[in-house]
Structures are given as C-alpha cells and as structure tokens.
C-alpha cells in the first residue's frame, strides 16, 4: 500500500532579506555645473526633479566595477561570504557579450555562482528581486546576491538637456536567504508587469539586432539614450500606482500600514504624485533623489542602504517598493525591515 500524500504541501520557501550595501563613483557633478553647458538652471532641475546633483564614474570606471563594491558591502552587511546565485540589474552591461554579473561573481570570490544579468532598465532591480526569490522558493539557491548597477552616464547625449540632467551612475544591492515568510525581512508577493507595445518611448536605437553591424557606425543620437519624458512621467505615475495597490492588496496591507515607500527615484515628483494616488502621506516617501539623480536599476537598493544608514528604516518598519521603467516595465513587492543582524 502506497503512503498516503499529506493534504497540506509545506509552505514554499521565502526570501528574506538580510544584507544591504551600495556603491557611488567618487566624483559629483552639481546642477550649476551642468548648467555652465547646458541651456539649463540649478532652479529647474530643482523644481522639476527633486536632483541637485549625481556621481558620474571617470572613463575606465565600469558598471562592474561599481556592483563588485556594492556587492562586496551587502555580502559583509549579510555577514556571509558565500551565495548561490548573483543577478545582476543593470541597462549597461560592460560590454553587449557575454553577461556582466558572472565577472561580478568572479572578482567578489563566487566563481561557480549562477551568474546572469537581468535588463528592465529602471524596473531592473524589481524584476532581479523577483527572480531571485523564486530561485530561492523553487529551491535551486539558498543565497542569493541580487545587485543594481549602472553607468547610465555612458550612454547619455551631454548636449540633452531633458536627460543629461536627471540620470548618474552607482549600484546596490542585497542579499537574500531562504527562510519563513513570517520573518521579517520576507519579501511578500510581487506584483510584475510590460507594456511593449510603447517601447518607444525610452530607447537606445543602435547597439543590438535591429541596427545590425555593417561596417557603418550607427548614427551618433542613435546611440545616445532617448526619452520622451512628459509621456513617461504620466505612465510612470499611472503604472506605479497600479502596481503597487495591487500588490499591497496581494499582501493584505492597507495603505496606512506602509511606514516607507521606497520607490524607483525618477523624480520627486513622480514619487509624490505615486503616493497621493496610492494614499501614504507624502512623509513616509524616502528620497535620495536629491543626492544621486534617477540611478535607473541602481535607484531602489542605493536607496535601501541609505536609508537603513541613516536610522530611517528600522526593524519592523513596513516597507513598500515599487519601480517603473523602459519596456515598458513594472514591478513591486513588500516586506517589513529586518533586525539589526540582518541588515
Ligand atoms: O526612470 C524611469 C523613466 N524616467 C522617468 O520616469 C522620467 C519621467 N519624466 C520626467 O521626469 C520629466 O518629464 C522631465 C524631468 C524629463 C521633464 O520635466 P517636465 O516638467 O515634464 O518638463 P517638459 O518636458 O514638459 O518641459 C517643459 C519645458 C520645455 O520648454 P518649453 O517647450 O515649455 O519652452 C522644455 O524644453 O522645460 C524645458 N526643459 C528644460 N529647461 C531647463 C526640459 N529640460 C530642461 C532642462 N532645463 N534640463
């Protein structure tokens, strides 16, 4: 006689976080120093943005070499050396092949890691979050190191001033382990979303299989990153909002349990106006927009560790992501800020 099935399957595995860390190049660069070159004013930026300056790594820094620091930093915060997995974010890999993150993996000790990189530009860190903590439930990993990194500045047009004002460059990151859902640091559920059908509307043109190589350079501003910003601002808001009622839903939360919402750092006012849809007071956003600009798939984990560092996010605090970005993307999850071990 065959052994009866238990009627109740185990719980899946959670990811819970328990490490946090970030990485800025050593040169800031202010909005009157843009401003010197650009048909632009420190009073704009400010006014529009939230920005009042950004890092921007030299020529012969690369966006691996800003995930190996913040890496490195989750890895100790978590207190473990050791991870199954790296998932690197990023819209500016060091090169279009092979991956970044399996070089990432090697230099921070992790050769033989699975290493892969994900790309949803500023949802990024969102969609590698995901994935990490479903290697984590599907068992294939019981550690993972998820990063956000960027050199976004790469890839901007200095002569445009709609997008060399906003972005600069840096990285995050975490690190998950397996655990209880009921532990604090559990990443609750993700809400995930795409809209390709308006690509279009944040786009590097050249550089892939579209404009194949062919002996010609491609056109200078197609290779230049383009955005048509007062579109994206409106998505921006509409999407995130969505996405993150839905997943406060999916988690049984209401809005006025949320004590911090840390969204991607596009603009001040983008994150506000994400707020005042979704109902949390405007005094429970964390922004470092001011500090760093829009860091695209850095923006959320540099976030984090700022403001784990400055005592703003405290165990239990409940906290609320949520990302918007190229694709176009979306993404949120919850989880409630582990103790001081673990973070
Ligand atoms: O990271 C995820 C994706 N990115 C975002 O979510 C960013 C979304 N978009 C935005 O944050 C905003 O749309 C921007 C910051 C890009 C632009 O701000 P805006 O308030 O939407 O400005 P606008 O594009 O409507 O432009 C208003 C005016 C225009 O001049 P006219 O046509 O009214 O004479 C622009 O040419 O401001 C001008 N302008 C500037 N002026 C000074 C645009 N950029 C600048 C600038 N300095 N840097």
């Not at 600069?168 to 209880?180: C, E, I, K, N, S």
Request: glycine share 12%; charged share 20%.
């Amino acid at each position: 006689m065959s052994t009866p099935l238990p009627s109740h399957p185990p719980p899946p595995r959670a990811a819970v976080l328990t490490g946090v860390g970030s990485c800025l190049p050593p040169t800031a660069v202010t909005n009157d120093e843009l401003a010197e070159r650009l048909d632009s004013s420190d009073a704009w930026i400010r006014s529009r943005t939230g920005i009042r300056r950004r890092y921007v790594a030299s020529p012969g820094t690369a966006t691996s070499d800003l995930a190996v620091g913040a890496g490195a930093k989750a890895l100790k915060s978590s207190g473990t050396p050791d991870v199954d997995a790296v998932l690197l974010a990023t819209t500016t890999p060091d090169r279009p092949c092979p991956a970044t993150a399996p070089a990432v993996a090697a230099r921070l000790g992790l050769t033989g890691a699975a290493a892969y990189d994900v790309s949803a530009v500023c949802t990024g860190f969102l969609y590698a979050l995901a994935s990490g903590a479903g290697l984590i439930a599907a068992g294939a990993a019981d550690r993972v190191l998820v990063i956000g990194a960027e050199t976004f500045s790469t890839l901007l047009d200095p002569d445009d001033r709609s997008t060399a004002v906003i972005f600069g460059d840096g990285a995050g990151a975490v690190v998950l382990r397996a655990g209880d859902a009921a532990e604090p640091g559990a990443l609750g559920p993700f809400d995930l979303g795409s809209d390709g059908g308006r690509e279009e509307l944040i786009t590097v043109a050249a550089g892939g299989s579209r404009q194949r190589l062919s002996g010609v350079p491609p056109a200078t501003r197609d290779q230049y990153f383009a955005m048509e910003g007062k579109e994206v601002f409106r998505h921006a808001v509409r999407r995130m909002s969505a996405s993150a009622r839905s997943v406060l839903g999916r988690a049984g939360w209401r809005a006025e349990d949320v004590d911090h919402l840390v969204g991607h750092q596009a603009n001040l006012r983008i994150t506000h106006h994400v707020a005042d849809a979704v109902g949390i007071p405007r005094r429970r956003c964390f922004s470092n927009i001011a500090e760093v600009g829009n860091t695209a798939a850095a923006s959320i984990p540099l976030a984090l560790d700022q403001a784990h560092a400055d005592g703003v996010l405290t165990p239990g605090g409940r906290v609320l992501l949520t990302a918007f970005g190229g694709g176009l993307t979306w993404g949120s999850t919850v989880l409630t800020w582990p103790g001081p071990d673990r973070a």
